[in-house]
């Protein structure tokens, strides 16, 4: 089973409105799951990560995300998009079961419409 | 210490040359860790090590790949008899410990074989 699923390649919204990014993980043992953004030509920056204290993680930027065991899900938030929002956002997780570390889903692309 | 630094940003190489990249961790950091990303993709695990110790290689990373991390500081990747393949970024991480707190990701290596 594919580790990290990302669902939507590219999701377009209008400038304040609400940003919603979907991800889902597979483990069988409780994994730590990170977002990260990339900007054009540019390295990846962490946005915020799960590590199995508080399932409601605030980052950076006004972003948040929610670990959800139950529908294996940590999606992410934000309750009103800004034009510098536009980037591509990965979702990663690592647990024992991936050697910890680092595995990346496909990425979804993010486009703010002004 | 001003992050994670790699060297040189872009590199065009013909097809059947040899190519070096270099990383810098952030110095406190044991953990480094090599990436591979093609445009669409998540980044894909190539290497890492602990201190000068490389610890895992994924089987993308063909003979013709080699990493080194000779005194627990920089690292450097090389890819000899490049082929068009082979063109990527190349990103750089570092972790302390674990590394489940997550990674610090250099600004990448964009290689392009003609």
């Known amino acids: 089973a594919q580790s990290v699923t990302q669902l939507g390649s590219h999701v377009s919204v209008s400038e304040g409105a609400l940003v919603l990014l979907r991800c889902n993980y597979s483990s069988s043992v409780p994994p730590y799951l990170f977002w990260y953004v990339q900007y054009p030509n540019q390295g990846l920056q962490l946005l915020l990560k799960?590590?199995?204290?508080?399932?409601l993680v605030k980052g950076i930027n006004g972003f948040e995300a929610e670990f959800k065991k139950s529908e294996t899900s940590f999606h992410l938030t934000k309750p009103s998009a800004h034009m510098s929002d536009a980037a591509e956002y990965f979702c990663?997780?690592?647990?024992?079961?991936?050697?910890?570390?680092?595995?990346f889903g496909a990425g979804t692309i993010l486009r703010v419409k002004s | 210490d001003t992050g994670v630094s790699q060297d040189p940003r872009h590199k065009i190489t013909k097809r059947g040359q040899n190519v070096t990249f270099r990383c810098d961790p952030i110095?406190?950091?044991?953990?480094l860790y090599w990436y591979r990303q093609t445009l669409g993709q998540g980044p894909e695990f190539l290497t890492y090590f602990q201190n000068e110790a490389q610890l895992e290689k994924s089987r993308l990373l063909s003979d013709r790949f080699s990493a080194e991390r000779p005194k627990g500081s920089f690292s450097t990747l090389e890819i000899q008899r490049t082929e068009q393949g082979d063109s990527a970024m190349y990103l750089c991480?570092?972790?302390?410990?674990?590394?489940?707190?997550?990674?610090?990701f250099g600004s990448g290596t964009r290689l392009t074989v003609v």
């Open positions: 799960y590590t199995s204290a508080a399932t």
């Open positions: 991480a570092s972790s302390a410990a674990s590394g489940n707190y997550g990674y610090t």
């Open positions: 110095s406190e950091h044991n953990r």
């Open positions: 990663a997780v690592s647990s024992m079961e991936y050697g910890n570390k680092l595995v």
